[in-house]
């Protein structure tokens, strides 16, 4: 058997100015043939997991096409329109194949192309047909759409926040893709859309993880492929944003329809859990110095690159250094110009800086949403290439790298500087500038929770802080001009019928 493999990752925040064009793919990730084998064998992501279960079950993984790049603006058409080819062309050279898996994001926006992976399974059609089984793996954080399920045979969802189970969904969607080219498996599916959206909320605890109990539950019965708790991405703004149930059996759409709407009917009653109060950044940093444990980390959840924000905020920055406490850091913030300024001054020597706040446009009232630079003097402790490879559980053995990256020391305060927007998953980035976080009192990052996955087993405390920002997890502040209403929580009068 032969089972082709590609993917077109991207989540969309088209609250950033500008496009994303197809160079920012091919700076971050972009790969065909056996290059695409080479990258991914051994990593704990979605392709990954389709080469294992290749290599397990005596399937030929055919490598066609892959990339993605960091979560950011809206997709130029130009973009999307040169990655579809080289998608579909990667297919077409793949010759017969038996099946089709691909990785995909769930909350793509391109311009003119709301539903980026509805409008791509649409158009891959048109060439291979629909006789050959697609599965597809998504995020959880996607806007599913009806042109998605019609367009594949069988989508995977991931499960979790931080996404830790991506590598057991690209095994088994190569399982399912087999199974239904035996002619063992014909999935039917149901789609239940809530008239809601909910704040990024992790599934190791609370309210997320109550809800993947009852996904499970039904799971765990007969006749169920799988049931999935798609919690939408809150921070773009097109029409359909929304929360939604997706089940799968086996030639069975009355039980699809009758476990979608039982788990969707208890979600919508116990969605006032979702929506949690969080510190601001000074009463963060305030907490952390007075607990009693270490190390206490604080999440900058408002200024989340791996939700499309820009990485330079500079308001918990601001803050930490305020309080000018030993044994904190932070790391790290997006600023290459300073991360240049500190290589070319070399370590051992003191630069007057104006570090963040670069790369957001001022508001009417002339004010960053993500802060101003802070402008002050540090002393370059350490200089790095800014290369490692993550040991977090979600992509564990990918190699990263953020290009010249610099350790400052800024009164009492080591501050980690990177050339490259990303969100901070792991301890590496620290420990590649000599900083170990067990030893510190508060360790400040930017992410919303992927962060978990490599920082909950060292944490005395997490603090996630939510400051202004285009990942607030503050709903009702997001400039919302496109999304359909009425809708939960901007609108708490709207009722669902289940």
């Known amino acids: 058997m032969r089972i082709a493999i590609g993917e ?20 971050r990730h972009w790969v065909a043939g056996e290059e695409l084998l080479e990258n991914h064998d051994g990593v704990r992501g979605p392709l990954g997991g389709m080469i294992a279960a290749g290599k397990d079950q005596g399937i030929e993984i055919v490598p066609t096409f892959a990339t993605s790049t960091e979560p950011s603006e809206t997709i130029s058409s130009r973009a999307y329109e040169t990655i579809r080819d080289e998608l579909i062309g990667g297919l077409k050279a ?27 399974l649409t158009e891959i059609r048109a060439v291979v047909g629909h006789e050959i089984p697609i599965v597809v793996t998504l995020d959880l954080h996607g806007n599913m759409t009806q042109a998605m399920v019609d367009g594949a045979d069988v989508l995977l969802n991931c499960h979790l926040y931080p996404h830790t189970d991506g590598y057991e969904r690209g095994y088994e969607a190569v399982e399912l893709a087999a199974r239904i080219a035996k002619g063992e498996l014909k999935p039917t599916r149901h789609l239940e859309i809530l008239p809601m959206i909910i704040p990024p909320s992790t599934t190791m605890h609370g309210a997320a993880k109550a809800v993947n109990e009852m996904c499970f539950e039904w799971e765990s019965g007969p006749g169920i492929v799988d049931v999935a708790f798609v919690h939408g991405f809150p921070h773009t703004d097109i029409p359909k944003i929304q929360t939604t149930i997706l089940v799968t059996t086996d030639n069975d759409p009355e039980l699809a329809q009758r476990a979608a709407k039982d788990v969707a009917r208890r979600l919508w009653q116990m969605r006032d859990e979702f929506l949690l109060d969080l510190l601001g950044a000074n009463d963060a940093v305030q907490q952390a110095l007075a607990s009693e444990k270490h190390p206490v980390i604080i999440a900058d959840i408002s200024d989340n690159a791996g939700g499309g924000a820009p990485g330079d905020s500079t308001h918990l920055l601001r803050a930490l250094l305020a309080a000018d406490q ?23 020597a ?20 993500h802060g101003a630079p802070v402008e002050t003097s540090a002393y370059v402790k350490c200089l790095t290439d800014g290369q490692f490879i993550h040991t977090t559980p979600m992509g564990a053995g990918a190699r990263v790298n953020l290009g010249p990256m610099a350790r400052l020391v800024i ?13 901070t998953l792991d301890q590496e980035p620290f420990l590649l500038h000599g900083i170990d976080v067990t030893r510190y009192k508060v360790v400040c990052l930017k992410s919303q929770q992927h962060f978990r996955a490599g920082f909950e087993h060292l944490a005395g405390e997490i603090i996630r802080c939510d400051t202004p920002g285009a990942t607030s997890s503050n709903l009702d502040t997001m400039p919302f001009e496109r999304i359909q209403r009425p809708i939960w929580p901007l609108d708490r009068e709207v009722e669902y019928a289940g």
């Open 8 to 27: 077109f990752a991207h989540e969309t925040n088209t609250f950033c100015a500008g496009l994303t064009e197809v160079d920012e793919f091919k700076a």
């Open 94 to 120: 793949a010759g017969e194949v038996d099946a089709i898996c691909l990785s995909l994001h769930g909350a793509g926006v391109a311009e003119e192309r709301d539903d980026l992976e509805g409008t791509l």
């Open 326 to 348: 030993p044994h904190t850091c932070f790391g790290y913030i997006f600023d290459p110009e300073v991360a240049q300024q500190a290589h070319a001054a070399g370590t051992g």
């Open 350 to 369: 003191t630069i007057d800086i104006r570090l963040g706040g670069k790369t957001d446009p001022s508001t009417g009232s002339g004010q960053a949403l």
């Open 411 to 423: 009164g009492n305060v080591d501050v980690i500087v990177s050339s490259i927007r990303t969100q």
